[in-house]
């Protein structure tokens, strides 16, 4: 027989194939479905809004009745010079959640790895994890009563042990490090447990012959613990070089608002597009923000990915 004459054969057991396993697999298939259509309505059909970031977008003519206008709006947002101003500051902050995250997220579970009482682990676990839960609305009214100039806590403390109040809204030099610490206060319980958890998953034989060896509790996790991290923090890494210039509208909104005196020390790309759609209804050009920023975090992925390729091949995500 032919080869030509076996290729109908090879693709009718093809697909005598796949509906079997379609039907071997169906309630993993409808299970699947409801994230597929989830990722379809929320993530692809809005991306077809893109091409306002290449219109002047008229009300009247819809998205696609408007007229095009090309990099207009790509140049307005660099020409302006908040670009210049935003973007560096975008990275910095997302720079400093990351790398102080990390540190103290891999602290913690360690630390915690190494509490010997069962009840003290759990209740610290909760407590650390509770801040992932609370909203930046409330996280905000939070930090708001803290550190007001007349009313709030942190002054009313210094008041008590005759020290000056201090206006911390008027003074965007404190912000940076209030900033990361908030970060850092609603992340760090949710990064704690995916780090406890791989913590957990190692031979404790390779412990106990460490052990026998003369190991002590800091080599231990030094010679250890950490190597066996390694794959999970480069994964969480490049995971968070996804949001490298998405400086989390929730937070920098909810926490600093339109307050002038502190934008110049904690203003990032998203607040800026959405103040710059608030102010001017100028869609075509926040779109154009939002499209620059989404390409350069695609890009800073893809880089990301390519260096631990061509270091560590076996921990890169594709």
Known sequence: ???????????????????????????????????????????????????????????????????????????????????RTVIPMTVMYNLAFIVVGMFVQVSFAIILNEVIGKVYKRLAQSMMLLPHFISWVVASALVYNILNYEFGVFNNLRADIGLDPVNVYGNPGYWPFIMVFLSIWKGAGYGTIIYLANITSIDTEIFEAAQIDGANAWQQITRITIPHLKSTMIIMLLLAMGN???????????????????????????????????????????????????????????????????????????
């Open 244 to 318: 490298m210039f998405r400086g989390g509208l929730d937070m920098f909104y909810q926490i600093i608002g339109n307050n002038g005196i502190l934008l110049p020390r904690a203003d990032v790309i998203d607040t800026y597009v959405f103040r710059l759609l608030m102010s001017s209804s100028d869609i075509g050009m926040a779109a154009a923000a939002g499209l620059f920023q989404s390409v350069l975090g695609f890009l800073t992925v893809l880089t990301a990915n390519y260096v631990v390729k061509k270091i560590e091949p076996d921990y890169a995500l594709f």
């Open 1 to 83: 027989m032919s080869k030509a004459a076996k290729a109908p054969m090879g693709l009718t057991a093809r697909r005598k194939l796949f509906v079997k396993q379609f039907i071997q697999y169906k309630s993993l298939l409808v299970m699947l479905l409801i994230p597929f259509v989830y990722i379809v309505i929320f993530a692809y059909i809005p991306m077809s809004g893109l091409v306002l970031a290449f219109k002047d977008f008229k009300y009247a003519g819809g998205i696609w009745g408007s007229p095009w206008v090309g990099l207009a709006n790509f140049r307005f947002f660099f020409i302006s010079g908040a670009a």
